[in-house]
């Protein structure tokens, strides 16, 4: 398989960096696999750039917030094999702006805690993430910005439809994922609590906080501000690049911790000043992407709450929860801060609090520490998956 | 004297909550000064509203980053009387978007640190605030968006001129001042070190780390991305409406902590909703201020660092102090976060932490948290008058 240097290749500038660097920004060489939808074309969400991955076909399916989807589509991947008994399953939900590619290739390994050999490993993309159904690749009066609503419940209800109706599996091993991963990983947890037996939500919560809404929304408004965005009526994510730069600049504020960017450790990843960070890192991640996906995803990170699965009452909703629960935040993390992700451990059952170490904060999910990282994600989750239940 | 609420004469908005929120927000009612420039009227910047205030003429005032303000006036105030020795003045340096009014009805008092019956209290207007010289007050062709940039070491300078002409004040007791100001604060202990007894920087840093000064590019962002903006030629700021309430929007996510939004304190401030807090506390503080004065002042904050007197040296310049300092960062600053004020009081010889602890993170400031605050800022600042130098 040839490898090549995933930023290189939506950005075509070369990164230097350690090999944990080099990992997480590579991308393994593949394509041929047609898009979900074909109405606006945008060639960062490909089989190219993120695949390989397959699709499967939901159907139409009604949202919790009104609307339905026509032909849903979730874009997923898997590796390792079901065993008979089929509960050797893990659950891979994704983030804001990503894809599985990320995972597949910085979380999963052999030896390592996500274990193709032992496991089967199911990664799933989240609606609107630009490989599932989503605004730009939705055709027809229902795409673009009048693509639904969707919410972390109705990810997690069309999950739970594939999985259960696809592989005919009752029972997950464990469900983990980063960020708005761990959003759905606590949907999933508290939702179907005789199918989930161990559950990591990693720098996410359960209800997203004021805080954290309120960033979210100031995305949403660095997008809008820019004229070119036109109500979501554009031709091409080009059109929209400065509020996308925006996007980006707000993101290296807050995605950070101070103390990370006070240190430079960007200049590990290859970069000569915060300029060129912003510039060749930061904007180069946002850009390519699509608008109409992005504000999508972050009205739904803006209002997850797995209280709604008990009238709003998010004890009692954590309460039911039956799965073993590592809940792991990191500790420099500003937008879902250890406090938070705490207070959400304490309320559920059998759960224990496990920080993740780290000087990066928020966005020290895509690894920039490298081993040091990833070793701590991957001691935890071996004692969770070793963990009877 | 008549009292009346100052949020209210700025919004026609009455605002409910305890006696210490009432005094944050209150004005005393004066008038009848004349401002210090005509070109663009903007009734906010005036003595009705922070007002009395008298002007000081400093002349013709080459700044550091090339360009000379024309006429420069420094808008100021004192409290109580220089004694014949004199040798208990202290200075108040203003924030970002402030002026002095607010440390004139919040931080002083009879009985207090800041007491106006034991010390002469100088109040001064950062230049660009609105009051002193600023891009809005300025007329002609070196106005507005032409404005020259000025850093925080030209405020120094030119407050050090004012004092030492006008009073002929040798020393001060003491300089204080948090945010920006404890910037100013920073710069004059170690620019003028014989001059300054004791300084006391209240959650602001000597040199702005990179995460504050991206932050505060995000603000110019804000500004600039509302096509009214125009690259500064606006006819009022009420044009710029929109971007400075996406300002107000950036301030509410990094200006409070986490937990203060988590446990919605805003409704001890008389606040039914988020929303309603957005709009009817941080719009409204926001929306009638100048835009291009602000990007003076942010571009200012952006660039503070002490280390340019020892030719960038950091530890260099502080090592110069002589002045007896607190060091008073807020504990859930996420802008200028303990850690980093904690680093710049090890550089300073004669120095002390003195963390003030409030739920508020950096607009703790305002004195949300009511006597709990202002109690540890006098506790702290009466120690260090004390203190013999």
């Known amino acids: 398989m040839a490898k090549t240097f995933f930023w290189e290749r939506c950005t075509g500038r070369k990164i230097s960096g350690n090999l944990s660097t080099a990992l997480l920004i590579t991308a393994l060489s593949l394509g041929g696999v047609v898009s979900a939808h074909a109405e606006y074309k945008n060639d960062y969400y490909s089989q190219a750039v993120h695949g390989p991955y397959q699709l499967y076909k939901i159907g139409d399916f009604s949202v919790e917030d009104g609307g339905t989807i026509r032909d849903l589509q979730l874009a997923y991947t898997t590796h390792g094999k079901l065993n008979k008994a089929k509960d050797n399953a893990i659950l891979i939900c994704t983030w804001y702006s990503g894809t599985t590619k990320f995972w597949e290739q910085n979380y999963l390994g052999k030896g390592?805690?996500?274990?193709p050999d032992k496991y089967f490993i199911i990664l799933i993309n989240q609606i609107g993430n630009g490989l599932s159904s989503s605004?730009?690749?939705?055709?027809?009066?229902?795409?673009?910005?009048?693509?639904?609503?969707?919410?972390?419940?109705?990810d997690v209800r069309a999950q739970h439809k594939m999985i259960t109706e696809k592989w005919g599996i009752k029972e997950l091993a464990l469900v983990v994922g980063g960020s708005m991963g761990a959003e759905q990983t606590w949907e999933w947890a508290a939702r179907y609590p005789d199918m989930v037996k161990r559950a990591a939500p990693i720098a996410g919560t359960a209800r997203t906080t004021p805080q954290c809404a309120a960033f979210?929304?100031?995305?949403?408004?660095?997008?809008?501000?820019?004229?070119?965005?036109?109500?979501?009526?554009?031709?091409?994510?080009?059109?929209?690049?400065?509020?996308?730069?925006?996007?980006?600049?707000?993101?290296?504020?807050?995605?950070?911790?101070p103390e990370w960017l006070k240190q430079e450790k960007w200049r590990a990843l290859g970069f000569s000043s915060i300029e060129d960070f912003q510039t060749n890192f930061m904007?180069?991640?946002?850009?390519?992407?699509?608008?109409?996906?992005?504000?999508?995803?972050?009205?739904?990170?803006?209002?997850?709450?797995?209280?709604?699965?008990?009238?709003?009452?998010?004890?009692?909703?954590?309460?039911?929860?039956k799965?073993?629960?590592?809940?792991?935040?990191?500790?420099?993390?500003?937008?879902?801060?250890?406090?938070?992700?705490?207070?959400?451990?304490?309320?559920?059952?059998?759960?224990?609090?496990?920080?993740?170490?780290?000087?990066?904060?928020?966005?020290?999910?895509?690894?920039?520490?490298?081993?040091?990282?990833?070793?701590?994600?991957?001691?935890?989750?071996?004692?969770?998956?070793?963990?009877?239940?």
């Open 323 to 389: 799965a073993k629960v590592f809940v792991m935040p990191i500790s420099t993390d500003h937008l879902f801060p250890v406090a938070d992700c705490a207070a959400e451990q304490k309320l559920t059952p059998n759960s224990e609090l496990r920080v993740i170490n780290s000087l990066a904060g928020h966005l020290g999910l895509f690894g920039v520490d490298g081993k040091a990282y990833y070793d701590q994600v991957d001691l935890h989750l071996k004692e969770l998956l070793n963990a009877s239940v």
């Open 283 to 321: 904007d180069a991640y946002f850009i390519p992407m699509d608008p109409n996906d992005l504000m999508n995803n972050a009205w739904k990170w803006q209002r997850a709450d797995v209280g709604r699965l008990a009238g709003g009452d998010l004890a009692a909703a954590l309460g039911r929860i």
């Open 112 to 115: 390592r805690a996500l274990d």
């Open 135 to 154: 605004p730009h690749n939705t055709p027809g009066a229902g795409g673009m910005a009048k693509f639904p609503h969707v919410r972390i419940s109705d």
């Open 216 to 257: 979210s929304r100031t995305l949403d408004e660095a997008r809008r501000s820019d004229p070119s965005f036109n109500e979501g009526n554009y031709t091409s994510n080009t059109d929209v690049q400065t509020g996308l730069r925006r996007e980006a600049a707000l993101w290296t504020v807050f995605g950070w911790s």
